[in-house]
């Protein structure tokens, strides 16, 4: 059993999306990984209306908003996941408060978005992802 100790939510956590960072990630500057996410969703959709709107966004949430209106992207399903692990490991890279965050950890600690989102959170709050233990 393996405890969740890391609680990624929230703008003033460094390791989550919502942190406000100088990112650069697919040939573009970002306010946040939140943005890159959605920018790269609606690039691929086509739709530049939104993306012009996600990279005017003055915060992560907002950028999350614009991004739920877009419609998937073909294959998107099969690559949204890969897309996220490399905005987040270029946040690893680029950004230094979440390097220093990482370099302080123990390296068998799992992650987990405390958030009700079913497909990248826990679906639980912050609290209760604390005190998670799962089988690794």
């Known amino acids: 059993m393996l405890t969740i100790v890391g609680r990624a939510r929230g703008h003033d956590n460094p390791l989550s999306n919502f942190f406000p960072c100088d990112l650069r990630v697919f040939g573009e500057h970002h306010k946040t990984a939140e943005h890159a996410y959605q920018l790269t969703k609606a690039i691929r959709s ?16 907002d950028a999350k908003r614009i991004g739920n209106s877009v419609k998937d ?58 005190y998670t233990k799962i089988n690794k």
């Open 46 to 61: 086509g739709n530049t209306d939104a993306a012009q709107k996600v990279r005017d966004a003055e915060t992560a949430l």
């Open 73 to 130: 992207p073909q294959g998107w399903s099969d690559d949204k996941e890969t897309v996220m692990e490399e905005i987040v490991t270029a946040k690893a890279d680029q950004i230094a408060e979440v390097k220093a965050v990482l370099e302080k950890l123990d390296s068998n600690i799992t992650f987990a978005e405390g958030t009700f989102d079913m497909f990248w959170g826990t679906g639980l709050d912050k609290e209760a992802t604390l």
